[in-house]
């Protein structure tokens, strides 16, 4: 048995065992759904930073950067600033006005039945694309991490599949939550020691480290050049790479402050201080990591080289072929057990959130009027909602096979967040004319834009595209906002502008907030 397999083996022992103590403490919606508010702010940010740095950041962000530069770590810029627009605006009226899900802020003021409608239809977009995404990533990347293992892809999926439902089905948030700290710590451990074996490598000195990126040589159309990787233009070039390069980062920027796996974390501690609390927490800890990511992926690029990357496994080996080769096989073991945590995590954390938002947006209050027909009732159909949507990201996953380019999954899962979730939950909180129509308008605007313009853009058509750049942000965020402003003027609402007081105290001290409860 490989070293690789048994920490993979390890990390499966450790957090299903914190699952059975999680099922052990948890007792109703308030323990499954947020974990009973009862995180504490450092418990929470570790779990938010867990819960945000993907697969995607750590091995695609370092890979990106490995062969594409200084274009590549503005990935990085983009992901760490994102957290400003949390923590200024979403964290603290969210836990104080919310109860679940994004939706419970949107239906304080507005008619609770389209609006849920909506809210959980956009939910259940963004997560399962999302899952989507990081299920093709895990099968393959599982595979490529434990080759001399006999585990293909389509066991690596039905295996990350299982687990994830596993952890959320008989743990809920409690056990979530958990397996997002740990995954975080081992994550900030490994790419800790990974930046310092690369500084090691360049004796600690970093006009010796600036001065290989300046200089890194690879094979380009079967020659071999020397090119400043500190220098823009290897990805995002003319005539639309300046214009790729600001719609993606409008859509991190605003979108991350409307994923619903993120929001939902909100929920989890006792009250607003330490929600905003928590976003520094996570904040110092994303922001650590990403400054890191310029280690890992300059460090791949000096170190290993972009033709060896590019001959064992392609960009998203950059960091796991960096650690093997400045700390051998067992480092090498260590970082594959961190990628396989990390994705663990983030699915665990899309599939409560898209179990939640169906059940209790969905199933309780738009089909039973808020009331629960038999005790239990909710959490039953959010389990029942966990098995449906594990089976069917599994079943999407080994259909589309490997080899799929799923990029474009994540970047419309940030651009529906951005355009749709976004413009509502801002008007919702702080314009007094906001309504039910502005709602809806906003929500379906932003949703149907985000997937029209991926689908004519080069990530889906390819040379043949209609809409020219990858990331549609840059047109459907500001429609999204149209949409939700004409939606408002186009009709009146006197009940909605008449309770935004109250959701403006409410939203701001706290008053009537959702309380602590016992596990």
Do not use: C
């Not at 300046?214 to 290897?234: C, S």
């Amino acid at each position: 048995m490989s070293t690789a397999l048994i920490m993979f083996l390890v990390f499966i022992i450790v957090t299903l065992g914190i699952t059975y103590w999680s099922a052990r403490q948890a007792t109703g919606a308030n323990s499954f759904f947020a974990a009973g508010r009862r995180m504490t702010a450092w418990q929470n940010g570790v779990a938010v930073a867990g819960d945000y740095m993907s697969a995607a950041s750590f091995l695609g962000i370092a890979g990106i950067i490995a062969f594409q530069g200084y274009d590549g770590f503005m990935y990085s810029v983009g992901w760490l600033v994102a957290y400003l627009t949390v923590l200024l605006i979403v964290a603290e009226p969210l836990r104080n006005a919310g109860k679940y899900t994004m939706a419970d802020v949107l239906a304080y003021r507005l008619s609770p039945r389209p609006v849920r409608a909506m809210a959980a239809l956009s939910t259940l977009t963004v997560s399962t694309f999302y899952m989507i995404a990081q299920m093709v990533g895990a099968g393959a990347l599982v595979a490529l991490l434990l080759k001399d293992s006999g585990i293909t892809y389509h066991t690596a999926v039905i295996g990350v599949g299982v687990l994830m439902v596993t952890y959320v089905v008989f743990g809920g948030m409690l056990a979530t939550t958990w397996v997002q700290i740990i995954k975080a710590v081992l994550l900030m451990a490994g790419t800790v020691l990974l930046s310092i074996l690369v500084l090691a490598h360049f004796d600690f000195s970093f006009s010796k480290f600036f001065d290989a990126i300046g200089h890194v040589t690879y094979t380009e159309n079967g020659v071999q050049v020397t090119k400043d990787f500190l220098q823009p233009g290897l990805r995002f070039k003319p005539p639309y790479g300046a214009l790729d390069l600001i719609s993606l980062s409008l859509a991190l920027i605003f979108g991350t402050a409307g994923l619903p796996h993120i929001l939902v974390r909100f929920y989890t501690v006792p009250d607003a201080k330490t929600a905003r609390i928590s976003v520094v927490w996570a904040m110092a800890l994303i922001g650590s990591f990403y400054i890191m990511t310029t280690f890992l992926g300059f460090g791949a690029a000096t170190i290993v080289g972009r033709d060896v990357i590019a001959a064992n496994g392609g960009t998203n080996m950059s960091a796991p072929l960096l650690a093997q080769t400045l700390g051998g096989e067992v480092f090498f073991a260590f970082v594959a057990a961190i990628a396989f945590a990390t994705i663990l995590a983030v699915v665990a954390g899309l599939t409560i959130s898209a179990s939640t938002s169906f059940a209790h947006d969905f199933y309780t209050n738009v089909l039973h009027h808020g009331r629960e027909r038999s005790p239990g009732e909710e959490v039953r159909v959010a389990r029942i909602t966990a098995f449906v949507v594990g089976a069917i990201a599994i079943a999407i996953a080994i259909l589309l096979g490997p080899t799929a380019n799923v990029a474009f999954l994540v970047a419309l899962a940030f651009a529906v967040a951005a355009s749709a979730n976004l413009p509502v939950i801002i008007f919702s909180l702080f314009w007094k004319r906001f309504n039910t129509t502005g709602a809806v308008a906003g929500l379906a605007t932003g949703l149907a834009a985000s997937i029209l313009l991926i689908l004519i853009g080069p990530s889906f058509m390819k040379a043949e595209a209609i809409f020219p750049l990858e990331n549609p942000g840059i047109v459907s965020i500001p429609l999204g906002f149209l949409g939700a402003v004409i939606g408002t003027l186009l009709t009146r609402e006197p009940t909605a502008e008449e309770k935004f007081a109250e959701l403006l105290v409410r939203a701001n001290t706290g008053l009537g907030a959702e309380k602590a409860g016992g596990h």
